[in-house]
């Protein structure tokens, strides 16, 4: 593993992935749950945590729009954390880009 190089994630990039799975999730469980098929109880329980979801049709786009936020929120957090922790840990001693290491030494020149 030595001389290779730890690469940053984007994390509004990670955020928008993560809301997509999440949000294209809640959607088909919604529209499941619509139809009868699985999930009534569920999107029951998400109606507990977020408002305007119910099971229907609108309720199952909105249970979209929440997991599409939840996820992008999660993803943000997660990419930025990682971010964080890859200059932080990459040498041991490194404290958060205050002091000289690879890693930080090639964030600084882009």
């Not at 690469?7 to 997509?20: F, Y």
């Not at 749950?33 to 119910?54: C, D, L, S």
Request: with cysteine.
């Amino acid at each position: 593993m030595r001389g290779l190089k730890k690469a940053r994630l984007s994390a509004v990039a990670l955020g928008v992935a993560l809301g997509v799975i999440c949000g294209v999730g809640m959607l088909i469980v919604g529209l499941a749950a619509t139809q009868g098929v699985f999930g009534a109880e569920m999107v029951a329980r998400w109606a507990t945590q977020f408002p305007g979801i119910e099971v229907s049709l609108t309720g199952s786009f909105i249970a979209g729009a929440w997991g599409f936020l939840k996820g992008f929120f999660f993803g943000l957090i997660l990419g930025w954390l990682y971010n964080l922790c890859l200059c932080c840990c990459t040498r041991g001693h490194c404290s958060c880009c205050k002091t000289s290491c690879e890693t930080c030494n090639d964030v600084e020149k882009k």
